[in-house]
């Protein structure tokens, strides 16, 4: 990813928390003063398909939220890792949720980072917060935002929804950051 503008997806079942994903990166680009826009795209596939959104960000003006070739994806689902895995661009970044996906990337030439996050959602003691558990293992490895702005992002999401969630949250975001697994992408030595 190039230290310009970032492209991203995200990926999963519609009710996996996307949008929200996407909504608290968007926050905490705010907060970071970033450009940043998304898109969302769900409920036109048959119902367990998978929904995704796109987020770009930018040091610069971002001129369209279509992301056709992203730099990195968080995968929660086995068909999104089937939809989206092509398109990631050479030396990209993909977050796998091991939980949720039957094997990784064919490709060699990704970058992955694996978390077995409906696990340790389920530990949390909230299938919910898996999104924000492979958005912490994201954040940690992909230096894109600074925790700290994530953390300030989920706390105003949530303050106005359901303040009770953002401790579980931001438990969540560390647990993820903490227990993820980076497996860089194996080069060939001549």
Known sequence: MDAQSRKMIIAGFGGQGIVLVGNVIARACVIQKKNVVGMVAYGAEMRGGTAYATVVVSDEEIGSPFV??????IILNQPSLEKFEADLRPNGLIVLNT??????PRRADLNRIEVDATQIAHE???LRVANIVALGAFIAKSN????????????ELFS???PKLIDLNIQ???AGAERSRFCPLKTEQA
């Open 160 to 162: 106005s929804k359901n």
């Open 99 to 104: 939980s949720m996906t039957q094997r990784p």
């Open 124 to 126: 949390l003691g909230n």
């Open 68 to 73: 056709d070739c992203p730099d990195a994806a």
């Open 172 to 174: 969540a975001l560390h």
């Open 144 to 155: 894109l935002l600074r925790m700290s702005s994530i953390e300030q992002g989920l706390s």
